[in-house]
């Protein structure tokens, strides 16, 4: 799957903008604040949606503008696609596919796959367990649609139940049988994705474990560790045996959406005890272990984003990324960086065509 063309109208700090890309390595360069993170984000916008920088869809359109377009043109199975993301201030993103508006943008998930690697993915290792799901969600979403669905629909109902919870405390009643009808549907969708999790992870954990030895050139032992109380009972249970607790709460202290993953590195939690290069490593680990797995999944090259990736790394975990993707294995691939020469100098060893975009 290649992008052969990108048009950006009012996005971020771009007014107009057009660029046409090789079909390997593409270089965008300048100095910080120029933009070129919004390059990527844009090409991110087309694959999901959305942006994966700032999640408030109004705050992409350009300063004292009312809307804003992005446009990339696609070769993908040799056929052309036609992908448009447009949003006006006041009214409902859309997103179109060769002219045609989508209903449901969850339909589009999965049909342009791509992975990013960004300094903005340290949130996987500071942040809470949110962020960490919705990893495991991304990855398993873009080749599996059942999932996608069944994760908006428990999403649903979760705010269903907490909403009669609330209203139950505000209240002071109680109705067993009405919460019931939550606590069955809950259980029917969180048991399928608790299950797709564990299976995804159960594929997943070698391939990056892999990746890191490979990215580390060392022999430490990483590993992720799938955390779900849905291992100590089923959610139906779980759900009648906490109710005294959500009651009190206000809302539903178990299921799905309190699962986490957990990263260590030799036994203990990188978040304290690993070392910024081992931080790093982990994280690009984990996200060329997202590559592998949706291409194996899909059967596509996923395009792959570096944003900033030279700035965060030393020069030789640099050149062993450069020499992972020398390869017919990796696809199209965007790199974003405030030095033009240091970007060439490294693209150079992977023997690839390149282009260098100056902005």
Do not use: W
């Not at 405390?169 to 969708?189: I, R, S």
């Not at 291992?231 to 139906?236: G, I, N, P, R, T």
């Not at 900033?308 to 960086?337: C, H, P, W, Y």
């Amino acid at each position: 799957m290649i992008l052969t063309t990108l048009s950006l109208l009012n996005y971020k700090n771009f007014e107009s903008k057009q660029f046409t890309f090789n079909h390997k390595i593409n270089c965008i360069v300048g100095n910080n604040g120029i933009g070129k993170t919004n390059v990527l984000d844009a090409i991110y916008h087309l694959s999901f949606g959305k942006s994966y920088f700032n999640p408030v869809a109004s705050q992409n359109i350009k300063h004292d503008e009312d809307f804003f377009v992005i446009n990339g043109d696609y070769i993908k199975e040799e056929k052309t696609e036609k992908v448009i993301v447009s949003l006006k201030r006041g009214q409902k993103k859309v997103i179109k596919r060769n002219g045609k508006p989508y209903e449901k943008f969850s339909d589009h998930i999965g049909f342009l796959p791509l992975v990013i690697i960004s300094p903005a993915d340290r949130d996987l290792i500071i942040e809470g367990s949110e962020t960490r799901r919705k990893f495991i969600d991304s990855v398993i979403s873009q080749s599996d649609k059942t999932y996608l669905n069944h994760l908006i629909n428990y999403n649903k109902i979760l705010a269903q139940r907490n909403a009669l919870l609330k209203y139950f405390a505000l209240n002071h009643t109680f109705n067993k049988d009405t919460l019931d009808v939550y606590n069955t549907q809950l259980n029917d969708f969180g048991s399928v994705i608790f299950e797709k999790r564990e299976a995804f992870l159960k594929t997943f954990i070698p391939i990056f474990k892999a990746r890191y030895k490979v990215i580390s050139s060392n022999n430490e032992e990483v590993e992720l560790v799938y955390d779900s109380t849905l291992f100590e009972d089923s959610l139906y249970n779980l759900l009648n045996s906490n109710i005294n607790k959500d009651k009190a709460l206000q809302y539903t202290s178990v299921g799905i959406h309190k699962d986490d993953l957990i990263f260590n590195i030799e036994g203990h939690p990188i978040k304290k005890f690993g070392s910024q290069g081992q931080q790093k490593s982990f994280l690009i680990a984990l996200k060329l272990a997202q590559f592998d797995f949706i291409k194996a999944q899909s059967g596509v090259n996923p395009i792959l984003l570096l944003d900033d990736i030279f700035d965060k790394l030393d020069e030789n975990r640099v050149a062993q990324i450069i020499k992972l993707v020398d390869d017919e294995n990796f696809g199209q691939l965007f790199i974003s960086d405030t030095h033009a020469d240091r970007t060439e100098k490294a693209v150079k060893q992977a023997h690839q065509s390149y282009e260098i975009f100056r902005l």
